[in-house]
């Protein structure tokens, strides 16, 4: 009874409830590991800057990436291929492309007659596909990324060709959010694939100290693991795929409803309207729910011992327990 009545209010408060089984599991969760972009952040990003390496042209920079993000779901792709869509000749083919969840995207973008293999996302990822960085770019993306922007490095044919500087915004309720699940006992880690800085940039706004950044998206599950094996119950808060096999290892797992489908087929629970809030919510519910599903076990426990049959005064155990004893015994004839 009380569970339903939990999983009900958990809807009227826009927490989703994979099985009313899940509101056991937030009792001994310590720790909170919250994912940046999309869930401590509106995951809304937008394109800041474009810089063109020497002899390339930031337009055709922006339309490279665009065309071969507009093949990824990730929120830094949506924004790229947006504002390159504005850019002269649009967006244009692609094919074989491929996404490396947490480090960037590839494939073949036919710009008119020429062929490209383009490349677009993390330095480490251009340098595992043999694209060299130039100073020049990498002094951008120190500069971008001290800025607290995150920078998408774009190369096609063997040579880094610019860099597209992108950005979102915390969203107004996270740090609200934050000093609430820490109201609740619990302690507040940022994990994220985006860098250092950012994420110390990120966490210092919202209130958080510990921070586990760069991490790919098995090292996202690593660090869950590892606090785990710290003997922490750990409850993980995410919106992205990179996000999905973290919120499966995590005691407890919960999407935001404004991500992608997997985090939410992997999660626990469900925060519909993607508000960080909602996660102290449904913290504090379960707790509820629990407090009410031992105090109903106590009173049923205490009414069953309290009313246990006893004999009915003046009568000794012969007459007990009843009229079983005086019935007639069956003749044997
Ligand atoms: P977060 O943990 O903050 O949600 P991700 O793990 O999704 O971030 O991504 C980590 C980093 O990988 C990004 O900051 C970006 O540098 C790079 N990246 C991921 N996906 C893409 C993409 N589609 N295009 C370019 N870069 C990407
Ligand atoms: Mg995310």
């Given at each position: 009874m009380a569970l339903m009545v939990g999983t009900g209010r958990g809807a009227q408060l826009g927490i989703l409830l994979r099985?009313?089984?899940?509101?056991?599991?937030?009792?001994?969760?310590e720790v909170i590991v919250l994912d940046k972009t999309?869930?401590?952040?509106?995951?809304v990003m937008s394109v800041r800057d474009v810089v063109a390496a020497q002899g390339e042209s930031a337009n055709e920079v922006l339309r490279m990436a665009g065309s071969l993000e507009h093949?990824?779901?990730?929120p830094i792709a949506r924004a790229i291929a947006d504002a390159a869509a504005?850019?002269?000749?649009?967006l244009a083919p692609i094919s074989d492309f491929t996404s490396a969840q947490g480090r960037g995207v590839e494939g073949v973008v036919t710009a008119g007659e020429r062929r490209h293999v383009v490349v677009a996302g993390r330095a480490e990822f251009l340098r595992e596909r043999g694209i060299g960085l130039p100073d020049e770019i990498v002094a951008t993306l120190a500069e971008a990324e001290a800025g607290g922007a995150t920078a998408v490095t774009v190369g096609w044919d063997g040579l880094a060709r610019g860099v597209v500087v992108v950005g979102d915004t915390v969203k107004p309720t996270s740090a609200q959010a934050i000093s609430d699940l820490r109201g609740l006992g619990l302690r507040p880690v940022l994990l994220t694939g985006d860098n250092e800085i950012v994420a110390r940039r990120v966490a210092a706004e919202v209130g958080i100290d510990e921070v586990i950044a760069g991490v790919l998206p098995e090292g996202k599950v690593e660090a869950i693991r590892e606090l785990q094996q710290r003997g922490r119950a750990v409850a993980m808060v995410g919106d992205g795929v990179n996000d999905a096999a973290a919120l499966a290892q995590a005691d407890l797992g919960l999407a935001m409803g404004t991500g992608t489908d997997a985090a939410i087929a992997a999660a626990?629970?469900?925060l519909v309207r993607g508000d960080l809030r909602a996660a102290g919510d449904a913290i504090r519910l379960s707790r509820a729910t629990l407090a009410t599903i031992k105090g109903n076990l106590f009173w049923a426990f205490a009414y069953n011992v309290a009313a246990l049959p006893s004999p009915p005064?003046?009568?000794?155990?012969?007459?007990?327990?009843?009229p079983r004893w005086r019935s007639p015994r069956p003749s044997s004839s």
């Open positions: 099985g009313p089984e899940v509101l056991e599991s937030t009792r001994r969760v999309g869930t401590i952040t509106t995951g093949g990824s779901e990730h504005h850019v002269p000749g649009g626990d629970l469900t005064p003046g009568c000794s155990t012969r007459c007990w327990p009843g």
